[in-house]
């Protein structure tokens, strides 16, 4: 039963036009919402996150939206750079109830920006 | 360290053979995970530590599956007659003491282990 979803596995966008990644749950536990990014043989990278109370974040480039009442957050790039084609990831945090804050991930979209 | 280290980058081992898998967590960190990540899949929940304390153990799959943080910085993950199914980069990841906002955790680049 995967509670975090990323129903996309791959996106392709032009350079300078917008990136939206999408990401579903089903757990109204949650109580942080993250996007990491990955690249090839690294680690994923923390990006951005929202608090479950928030409807918007945004930092430079990256804006992240969650719709509570439908249990859905997107992830918009704008402009996209070459430089941000990678695997996104959607992430979210859950007290775990032996002394930790868990992470559950989706399974990952593979954005593309041509150029 | 700046970072986390994994080490080794890549192991291959042969069905049966046991391996062990090194994660040097960044200096201070309180807070350890260990997360397996099978091809095409995300990371998956293994097991944290707070200092040497292994106060979660519940996504380890199996009993071939062990690890240990004893002094409360460097940590192991050991497989026991690792099996296919085992193939997978196991991601290591630290977090600063106690948790304001976000559940922010570092990664390493992580340990991608192929059984053969």
């Known amino acids: 039963d995967q509670q975090v979803k990323q129903n996309s596995p791959s996106l392709s966008v032009q350079e300078g036009r917008i990136s939206i990644l999408n990401c579903d749950y089903t757990n109204s536990m949650f109580d942080y919402f993250l996007w990491y990014k990955k690249y090839p043989a690294e680690g994923p990278t923390f990006l951005i996150s929202i608090s479950s109370i928030k409807d918007k974040n945004e930092d430079g480039r990256f804006t992240v939206f969650l719709n509570k009442s439908a249990k859905h957050l997107s992830l918009h790039i704008v402009p996209s750079q070459p430089g941000d084609s990678a695997v996104y990831f959607c992430?979210?945090?859950?007290?775990?109830?032996?002394?930790?804050?868990?992470?559950?991930f989706g399974k990952g979209t593979k954005l593309s920006v041509i150029p | 360290g700046a970072g986390v280290s994994q080490s080794p980058r890549y192991k291959v081992a042969k069905r049966g053979q046991d391996v062990a898998l090194r994660c040097d967590p960044i200096?201070?960190?309180?807070?350890l995970f260990w997360y397996q990540q099978a091809l095409g899949q995300g990371p998956e929940f293994l097991t944290y530590?707070?200092?040497?304390?292994?106060?979660?153990k519940s996504g380890l799959p199996s009993d071939r599956f062990f690890a240990e943080r004893p002094e409360g910085s460097v940590s192991t993950l050991k497989i026991q007659r690792t099996q296919q199914e085992d193939s997978a980069v196991y991601l290591c990841?630290?977090?600063?003491?106690?948790?304001?906002?976000?559940?922010?955790?570092?990664f390493g680049a992580g340990s991608r282990l192929t059984v053969l």
């Open positions: 992430a979210a945090s859950s007290y775990s109830g032996a002394g930790s804050y868990q992470l559950t």
């Open positions: 200096s201070g960190h309180v807070s």
């Open positions: 530590f707070q200092n040497e304390a292994q106060l979660d």
């Open positions: 990841a630290s977090r600063t003491t106690g948790v304001s906002g976000a559940n922010v955790l570092t």
